[in-house]
């Protein structure tokens, strides 16, 4: 098993920048690609970014692309979404989720096996 926790959510008006962060704990020595996730009211949970174990492949949703940056720091067993240029269509719980296969980023949902609880990112017009 292992235990995801977002953390870095909070209130920000358009224009403005967040860091989330997800801390894994539990079987980590095993290696996992990383992806973030959102899920806005109403709406399907969608893919916004995602990292192989290296670091080496990284992949966006073309929504975020050239604004959000995911990183991931192995030591720390830690993945980052820096989030800059923020706006109110941004608003929504980011996910982090931890996909079994290392060697590939993915953007698909339905290949990742864990899932932390989520924090919440409200952009202000």
């Known amino acids: 098993q292992v235990q995801l926790v977002e953390s870095g959510g909070g209130l920000v008006q358009a224009g403005g920048s967040l860091r989330l962060s997800c801390a894994a704990s539990?079987?980590?020595?095993?290696?996992?690609?990383m992806g973030w996730f959102r899920q806005a009211p109403g709406k399907e949970r969608e893919f916004v970014a995602a990292i192989n174990w290296s670091g080496t492949h990284t992949i966006y949703a073309d929504s975020v692309k050239g604004r959000f940056t995911i990183s991931r720091d192995t030591a720390k067993n830690t993945v980052y979404l820096q989030m800059n240029s923020l706006k109110p269509e941004d608003t929504a719980v980011y996910y982090c989720?931890?996909?079994?296969?290392?060697?590939?980023?993915?953007?698909?949902?339905?290949?990742?096996?864990?899932w932390g609880q989520g924090t919440q990112v409200t952009v202000s017009s």
């Open positions: 989720a931890a996909h079994p296969n290392s060697l590939v980023a993915s953007s698909t949902l339905a290949e990742y096996t864990y």
């Open positions: 539990g079987r980590t020595r095993n290696s996992y690609a």
